[in-house]
Nanobody, 125 residues
């Protein structure tokens, strides 16, 4: 069964850090770019970061750049999102998703065919 499962979310104070994990089963991540997205209530789903199949290329949207780091360990079939200097506006459900190609196709969610269930990140004092 093909699955993506996010974990690592929770409640953190502003300025704190979390590391999200995206574990794949039923397929091998090696051939696919993986994106991280987030969605807050009442807002559109927005892209956060993307990493290509080998890990040699990464991309960040403006809100994440400089604070978040995406990485992957293909031997563990897992992609990570290290989130530092968290702000209240980072509060959202975070999703990982598999792109249809080895390269990052941008952040149109229709170009990512498989999604995890999401993990809640809440940044609050």
């Amino acid at each position: 069964q093909l699955q993506l499962v996010e974990s690592g979310g929770g409640l953190v104070q502003p300025g704190g850090s979390l590391r999200l994990s995206c574990a794949a089963s039923g397929f091998t991540l090696d051939y696919y770019a993986i994106g991280w997205f987030r969605q807050a209530p009442g807002k559109e789903r927005e892209g956060v970061s993307c990493i290509n199949s080998s890990g040699g290329y990464t991309n960040y949207t403006d809100s994440a750049r400089g604070r978040f780091t995406i990485s992957r360990d293909n031997a563990k079939n897992t992609v990570y999102l290290q989130m530092n200097s968290l702000k209240p506006e980072d509060t959202a459900v975070y999703y990982c998703a598999r792109a249809a190609a080895y390269y990052c196709p941008g952040y149109d969610y229709r170009k990512y065919y498989y999604w995890g269930q999401g993990t809640q990140v809440t940044v609050s004092s």
